[in-house]
């Protein structure tokens, strides 16, 4: 009989075959043969929250091998905390030149992922961006519970911004981005960055990111309820990531945790969302842009029509990927022509934000954090 060990690396393998045969799914329009599908793919919920989760981790590393691409760069190094390392992973393209920054969280509900698991993912960013991509491989949950990741995340951007200058670039040539749990650190860094005023980022990336404290049914945002079952990503899964990340109830009421329940969100840095229209994470990372506008900031927001969370996890070629780099490449570049709105790629749902997130159309700046 094989042992525990075995059984674990068996069935990681079995996960990640379904996870690549979702991973195509996601790429193709949804339709009801496609849904049907979907629900026989989507992930397996966390039956044991107290060992699941490592069945999970061992099944996200499989599937996503760590492989060095010849044109690149790529050179890791560790950011000293007080009683422990942050480990980061710097991706350059070869060619040479200075290039400006995306410094990035990685997603897998803050139990899962770590810099192997996103190698592909920040390869394919540095190259399609011609960034230079610093990777942060913040401690994980359970064993490291909130606010571990966040200060993790912090420690690492303040060490970036205060020692730009040794890439050559400034403090301005640096953007904060993050997929779902990623998303969710990008904009809390952004947070903790205006409160502790050590540095000021100047954008951030939030990719379908995850800002609320509740995906039950009583979730106030409507897609919790309706692309909750699936669509790959479930709410079940996002309650026992959430449970197996705070360290008690009273973190559900911490901005650090949601940011979206902060009461202040004033002076932060130009943003960029990216949805996904069948995420249950959909409406949340949508609100969080409306009142960051609503708190005077400029605010960029799509919605990728047909799409499922993780999408930039798919081979650049898919088109879901080419859409969300557009906007990414747009938003960098400083070109996009739709700040103030919330677009779906459908005329018939397009939703203006209000008017003075147009604070950079009409010439003004936003204000500094």
Not at 44 to 51: G, S, V
Not at 137 to 157: K, M, Q, V
Not at 190 to 216: V, W
Not at 228 to 255: C, F, H, I, W
Request: hydrophobic share 35%; net charge negative.
């Amino acid at each position: 009989m094989p042992g525990k060990s075995a059984i674990i690396e068996l069935n990681a393998a079995s996960f990640a075959a379904i996870f690549k045969r979702r991973m195509l799914y996601c790429s193709m329009a949804i339709n009801p043969f496609m849904r049907a599908a979907l629900k026989a793919l989507s992930y397996p919920e966390i039956l044991d929250k107290k060992n699941g989760y490592r069945l999970q981790r061992a099944a996200v590393n499989a599937s996503h091998p760590h492989v060095l691409r010849p044109f690149y760069k790529i050179w890791d190094h560790h950011i000293l905390a007080s009683d422990h390392e942050v480990p980061v992973r710097v991706f350059s393209p070869e060619v040479e030149g200075v290039f400006p920054m995306l410094l990035f969280f990685h997603g897998g509900g803050w139990v899962t992922g770590n810099i192997d698991s996103y190698d592909k993912v920040c390869t394919n960013m540095a190259r399609l961006t011609r960034h230079i991509v610093v990777s942060v491989d913040y401690r994980l949950a359970p064993e490291h519970r909130f606010p571990a990741a966040p200060e993790d995340c912090y420690l690492a951007a303040r060490e970036i911004f205060s020692q730009c200058h040794l890439f050559g670039i400034t403090p301005d040539d640096i953007t904060l981005i993050g997929d779902s749990a990623g998303g969710n650190l990008a904009a809390v860094v952004s947070l903790m960055a205006r409160d502790r005023g050590e540095f000021c980022p100047k954008r951030q990336i939030l990719l379908y990111p995850a800002t609320n404290n509740d995906h039950t049914e009583n979730s106030p945002f409507e897609s919790v309820r309706t692309n909750g079952k699936g669509y790959l990503l479930t709410s079940k899964r996002m309650v026992d990531y959430m449970a197996l990340y705070r360290s008690s109830d009273e973190d559900l009421q911490n901005p650090y945790y949601a940011p979206i329940i902060s009461k202040d969100l004033s002076h932060q840095p130009k943003t960029l969302i990216i949805t996904a229209e069948f995420d249950p994470l959909r409406d949340e990372g949508e609100a969080y842009g409306r009142k960051l506008s609503e708190a005077g900031n400029i605010v960029e927001i799509h919605r990728i029509h047909d799409a499922l969370h993780g999408i930039m996890s798919l081979n650049p070629s898919f088109k879901h990927v080419k859409k969300a780099y557009r906007y990414i490449n747009n938003f960098l570049k400083n070109e996009s022509d739709t700040f103030g709105e919330v677009i779906s790629e459908t005329e018939e749902n397009k939703i203006s934000l209000t008017e003075h997130t147009n604070k950079e159309v009409n010439g003004l700046e936003p204000e500094e954090c």
